[in-house]
Each structure stands twice: as structure tokens, then as C-alpha cells.
């Protein structure tokens, strides 16, 4: 990552960087988790074991952030969410309006 990034060059490229619509179960794992549903809560929900909810996460992170040439961060994924929540991530935000994130 270059190290004479600004915050503000961060939220350009960012802010910039589109990707092909989000969908599917991977997707809504990853704008689960980014509005703080927590992994145990998202193995219940999808019925998968704690280490496909790892892999499914590390593997969006991965879609988003590889070709940025950025290296892919939990935060920074939530703040690229929040950015692109009328673009990108517009219809895996559509699709998952109604789950309970904090139901036990
Ligand atoms: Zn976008």
C-alpha cells in the first residue's frame, strides 16, 4: 500500500472503485457481517460452519479489494459497503433488509 496515501486519496479510491453488482449467499454474508452481524449469528442464520463463513468473508474481501492493489481489511470493507450502498451493494442490501441481525 503506498505509504504517502492520505485519507482523503483512500476515500477516492474507494469511492471509485465499482464493482459488478453484488448477489448471492456470499454477498449477503459479507453486508451481513460489515452491519456488525456477528460470525456465530451468520453460521445459525446460512447453516454453515464457522470456517465457510471465514472463507466466504476472505473471498469477498478478495473480490473487492484485489484489484485495488490495496490489502483487503475488515473496516475497510464496511467503509467500501457504506460507499457503494446505492451502486454495488445496492441489491444484497435489497435482499437482506428483513434478517435479524442480533436474533441469538
Ligand atoms: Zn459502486
Not at 479510491?13 to 453484488?22: D, F, I, N, R
Not at 473471498?59 to 473487492?64: D, G, I, P, R, S
Not at 479489494?65 to 467503509?79: I, K, M, N, Q, R
Amino acid at each position: 500500500m503506498p505509504g504517502d496515501m492520505t485519507l482523503s486519496d483512500m476515500r477516492e479510491l474507494l469511492a471509485t472503485h465499482h464493482v459488478k453488482s453484488l448477489t448471492g449467499e456470499r454477498a449477503e454474508i459479507f453486508c451481513l457481517r460489515a452491519h456488525g452481524m456477528e460470525v456465530g449469528a451468520l453460521m445459525a442464520h446460512f447453516c454453515k460452519s464457522e470456517s465457510g463463513i471465514r472463507h466466504d468473508l476472505q473471498l469477498m474481501q478478495t473480490a473487492v479489494f484485489g484489484a485495488l492493489g490495496v490489502e483487503s481489511d475488515p473496516y475497510l470493507s464496511g467503509l467500501w459497503l457504506a460507499m457503494h450502498a446505492t451502486c454495488c451493494a445496492a441489491d444484497v442490501i435489497a435482499a437482506t433488509q428483513t434478517v435479524a441481525i442480533f436474533a441469538a
